[in-house]
Each structure stands twice: as C-alpha cells, then as structure tokens.
C-alpha cells in the first residue's frame, strides 16, 4: 500500500503508539520468521527481556537496536519502522472520515468524482 499523508498531519499511528506499533511490527515479524525471542534476541545481541519490552512497546529501541533487529531477521531497518504500512482499513476508514470531516464542501465534490474515477 502506497501512503501519502499531507505535511503536518500524522495518519493512523500518533508518536505515542509508535513504539508499540514498532514492537508489534517486530514480534509479527520474528514469528513469521520461526524464531524464538530468544534466537532473535541472540541473532540481534540483544537481552531477551530487554527485546520483550521492545515488542511491547514499553521500551523505544535505539537505532542501533533497530539495525541488529533488522540484520537478524533479513529485512530493511525501514521494514520495521514503516508502521503505517500496516493500517488496517477500520484505521483508513477512520481517518478518511476524519480528513472528510474536515474538508470543505468544494473539497468533499473533488474526493467524490476521484471515487467516481476509481470505481469506474
């Protein structure tokens, strides 16, 4: 999924879920992975509980955290930070009637003739 989000405005993940969000991105990651906290946390040199905090979201990994995650698990450091990557659609579906909300009514003709466009 491509997202753009206009400058300023934060799309489905605020700056106080990010380290869950991150975490999250992290466990789902490791299991589809096969790999135990314990591998992972070996493979990343890392503390098990230390890498549990992570994946809850209680602890914010440093980059350096981020890089040995990343290596360990054979993807991009950017594969684990691109949180918005993963918004279901109940979270696009909020914040498009958000931004609707929002919109004025010139604005809110231009996004119908797009879905319009789209479902044509």
Not at 57 to 67: D, I
């Amino acid at each position: 999924m491509v997202a753009w989000w206009p400058a300023g405005e934060s799309p489905g993940v605020t700056s106080d879920d990010l380290a869950g969000a991150v975490g999250a991105r992290i466990r789902r990651l490791r299991k589809a992975a096969d790999l135990s906290i314990e591998e992972l946390a070996g493979k990343a040199g890392v503390g098990t509980v230390y890498l549990g905090s992570v994946e809850r979201g209680a602890e914010n990994p440093t980059l350096k955290v981020l890089g040995g995650v990343a290596e360990a698990l054979g993807v991009s450091v950017s594969k684990l930070t691109d949180v918005d990557a993963e918004l279901t659609p109940k979270d696009v579906r909020r914040e498009i009637k958000a931004r609707l909300d929002r919109a004025a009514p010139d604005e809110l003709h231009v996004v119908l003739r797009i879905l319009d466009a789209i479902r044509e």
